[in-house]
């Protein structure tokens, strides 16, 4: 069994053979402390297409897009390999993505490799074949069969926020329909997809070409599965700039896209609710992973009878919180994930100011962070919805508290974002709780700390947060054409 993080860096799956970079090395950097972790191997073009023409000879030339069973057994597999080696694998995500350590046993990686259980499952059990009603059209009498089959060969893109959540989610449904795929990870965390192809390649009975991981410092190389004539699917999470971009390239060959994008999400307090409680958990929620989550909730809602209250609660909730060490298993706010990004966050820190707002808590860097790219947990109040802090996500752990007058005005808005991907909302009486949550128009809500988050519950975003969902049955469907077979009857 290969190590997972090699000094002399990993390496790319293409057609079932792990492989050196065409391009050479890249570096991969701990986000906690700056220092360089290591290298990836660094694609170029040349492997991408090699890759793309690997995972089409797959798909095209052997029986995987028929065989369920098998598949479910190679997915099992692959759940089994990343928990038999599960304690490399976490160690690996709070070196590279700076992962608090407790979010490992969760959503950060037990969670998700689990959940691959739940394609495997779904591969055996579903209805690949069901009829329709015999019919008459043209006085013709009919037998029809609705038959559901793979897309083909799937482009799978993917941030760094929360790599093997997001990796898992595409790949397992991606592979339980039968089809090929074509891993292309972020820049900033190439170590994670590059353990899950060597996995994969050792460990799995998964067929060459079947399952490809192109690690590479390039988005362009990326880029080339949205043009390619070869690709038939990209399913794509990132941004909503980035996303906008596979689209357009995607539209010259009309491939399908399954887009998961960018949020800027409302907690929603009624004035009837635990105001306390709920500020709490609004404040704790938006510092979790340095709030380098797309379905946080960046935009605290609350009624301007109780706003004082509500600040003081957010204010004490946020103050206690430190941006530490994620290794620590207390932490609960690591890093950011590059320097880069905490420029980018402390550039909307200042813009806070020049709109007005004010900066209740936080707003530096904590003392203590050393060279890691480490930001406090931030309150910015005393700007409107209309302020670019209300409206960019900033994917930093930082809160916009934002008064409202009436259930109405909070309703207005919760929805007047060009996002539309998550929300809470938190109150007491069940009939005003109804009303907000079918007005705002978003893919998920959490009532008072309901937790929408599991492996059958379909994830994604209504407006400019995306198309398609991701995870459930509708989240493997994604990956599936329909194809109607008319007989005599
Ligand atoms: P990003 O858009 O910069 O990059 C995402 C991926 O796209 C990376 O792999 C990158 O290399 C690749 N890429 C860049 N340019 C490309 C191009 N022109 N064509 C094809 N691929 C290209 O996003 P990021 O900074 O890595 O991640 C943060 C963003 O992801 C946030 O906006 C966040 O909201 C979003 N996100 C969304 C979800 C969701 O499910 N809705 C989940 C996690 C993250």
């Not at 797309?294 to 003081?312: H, I």
Request: glycine share 12%; hydrophobic share 40%.
């Amino acid at each position: 069994m290969s190590d997972l993080r090699p000094a002399d860096g990993t390496k790319l799956l293409i057609g079932g053979k792990l492989l050196e970079g065409s391009g050479g090395v890249f570096a991969t950097i701990n986000p906690a402390t700056g220092a360089h972790l290591g290298t990836a191997a660094d694609a170029t073009a040349d492997d991408m297409g090699a890759a793309i023409a690997a995972a089409r000879a797959a798909f095209d030339e052997t029986d995987w897009s028929t065989d369920p069973a098998f598949r479910a057994r190679c997915l099992r597999q692959l759940r089994d390999a990343m928990t038999e080696h599960v304690e490399e694998l976490r160690e690996i995500t709070i070196a590279e993505v700076g992962a608090p350590r407790m979010l490992t046993s969760g959503p950060h990686l037990e969670g998700p490799v689990a959940d691959l259980g739940f394609f495997a499952d779904l591969a055996e059990t579903y209805s690949w074949r069901t009829d329709l009603p015999i019919a008459e059209p043209m006085g013709l009498r009919t037998r029809r069969q609705l038959r559901r089959e793979a897309v083909g060969v799937v482009g799978a893109i993917t941030p760094w926020n929360f790599p093997h959540q997001i990796n898992l989610a595409k790949i397992g449904p991606a592979l339980a329909a039968g089809n090929a795929v074509v891993l292309k990870p972020a820049p900033d965390t190439p170590w994670c997809a590059a353990a899950l192809g060597t996995l994969a390649a050792e460990h799995t009975d998964i067929p060459p070409g079947v399952l490809n991981v192109v690690t590479s410092s390039d988005h362009q190389v990326g880029a080339l599965l949205s043009e390619d004539p070869r690709v038939d699917l990209v399913s794509f999470t990132g941004s909503t700039r980035t996303g906008k971009a596979v689209m357009a390239a995607a539209a010259n060959t009309i491939k399908k896209v399954f887009l998961e994008l960018g949020g800027k999400s409302a907690f929603v307090v009624l004035d009837d609710a635990d105001i306390k409680a709920a500020c709490s958990m609004a404040a704790f929620s938006v510092s979790v992973h340095a709030g380098q989550g797309c379905a946080l909730c960046t935009r605290l809602l609350v009624p301007r009878s109780r706003y004082e209250e509500a600040l003081a609660a957010t204010a004490k909730t946020l103050g206690g919180i430190r941006a530490g060490d994620p290794d620590d298993p207390r932490t609960v706010c690591g890093p950011l994930i590059s320097e880069r990004q905490r420029d980018r966050v402390e550039r909307y820190l200042a813009l806070a100011g020049k709109e007005g707002g004010e900066i209740v808590v936080g707003g530096g860097r904590p003392a203590d962070g050393g060279d890691g790219f480490f930001v406090e947990p931030t309150l910015i109040a005393g700007v409107s919805n209309a302020a670019t802090v209300a409206r960019e996500e900033i994917f930093g752990p930082v809160l916009v508290i934002l008064p409202y007058e009436d259930d109405d005005d909070a309703i207005r808005i919760a929805n007047d974002s060009p996002y539309g991907l998550s929300g809470a909302v938190w109150g007491t009486d069940p009939d005003r709780i109804d009303r907000v949550v079918s007005a705002i128009r978003t893919g998920t809500l959490g009532v008072n700390g309901g937790t929408w988050y599991a492996a059958d519950a379909p994830f994604g975003g209504y407006k400019q947060s995306g198309i398609g969902r991701e995870m459930g049955v509708a989240g493997f469907e994604e990956y599936l054409e329909t194809k109607l077979v008319a007989y005599p009857a």
